[in-house]
């Protein structure tokens, strides 16, 4: 990450969390506008499997919550 993505992070963290959300929603329909790169079959067939794998036992996930604090975890930590 350069030195303005991590200081735009560092100011976006510091926002209350309902502009943090509207920030990352924005972002990501963003992204939404960038062409897409063609998956990798294996890739979508994996992508199934995992599907498929968690529809029939929902209880074997993570919590979002649990996840969620990981993720920012890791992120502060660089």
Do not use: N
Request: no cysteine; glycine share 6%.
């Amino acid at each position: 990450m350069t030195d303005r993505a991590r200081k735009l992070l560092d100011e976006a963290l510091a926002l209350p969390e309902g502009e943090r959300a509207d920030l990352a929603a924005r972002l990501l329909a963003s992204l939404a506008d960038e062409p897409a790169d063609e998956l990798d079959p294996r890739w979508v067939a994996e992508l199934e499997r995992r599907a498929r794998e968690a529809h029939a036992d929902p209880s074997g996930g993570t919590p979002w919550e649990e996840l969620r604090d990981g993720l920012l975890a890791d992120l502060r930590r660089g």
